[in-house]
C-alpha cells in the first residue's frame, strides 16, 4: 500500500512558478512509476508528467512545453512538480499518483495507477 498527499497549490498570477509537493507514505519501494495529473473545471483528467523509478525516464503531456519539471526525492519519498510560466489554462486540481506494475512508459495516461492523493488546488489569474 502507498499514501500520497499533496501540497503547494495556490493562487498565482499568470506568468509566475509554483512547486507541487507529493509526500509517499508507505511501500515507496515498490513504485515503479509516479505521475501527476490534473483536472480543470468541466473537462477530463490529462496527464501532466510522469516518472518511471527504474530507468529515470520522464515524459509529459504535450501541453508542458518545456515549463514544468517533475522530480524526485529519495531520501525524502516526495515527488515535486515544478510548474513555470503559469498560465489561466494551467488551473485546475493536481493529483499524484503511483503505481506498482505495468508499465510506466507510453501515453501518458492515469490507467493503471492504483493509489492515488487528494488533490491540490492550483488557480493561474490573467
Same mark, same amino acid.
Given at each position: 500500500q502507498v499514501q500520497l498527499v499533496e501540497s503547494g497549490g495556490g493562487s498565482v498570477e499568470a506568468g509566475r512558478s509554483l512547486?507541487?509537493?507529493?509526500?509517499v507514505s508507505g511501500d515507496f519501494g515498490s513504485v515503479n512509476c509516479f505521475g501527476w495529473f490534473r483536472q480543470a473545471p468541466?473537462?477530463?483528467a490529462e496527464g501532466v508528467a510522469r516518472i518511471n523509478t527504474g530507468t529515470g525516464s520522464i515524459a509529459y503531456g504535450g501541453f508542458v512545453k518545456g515549463r514544468f519539471t517533475i522530480s524526485?526525492?529519495? $531520501? *525524502?519519498h516526495t515527488i515535486y512538480l515544478q510548474m513555470n510560466s503559469l498560465e489561466p489554462e494551467d488551473t485546475?486540481?493536481?493529483?499524484? $499518483? *503511483?503505481?506498482s506494475a505495468g508499465d510506466c512508459s507510453g501515453i501518458?495516461?492515469?490507467?493503471?495507477?492504483?493509489?492515488?492523493g487528494q488533490g491540490t488546488?492550483?488557480?493561474v489569474s490573467s
Open positions: 512547486t507541487l509537493s507529493c509526500a468541466g473537462k477530463g524526485r526525492d529519495k $531520501a *525524502a485546475g486540481m493536481y493529483f499524484c $499518483a *503511483a503505481r501518458l495516461t492515469g490507467e493503471g495507477f492504483a493509489y492515488w488546488q492550483v488557480i
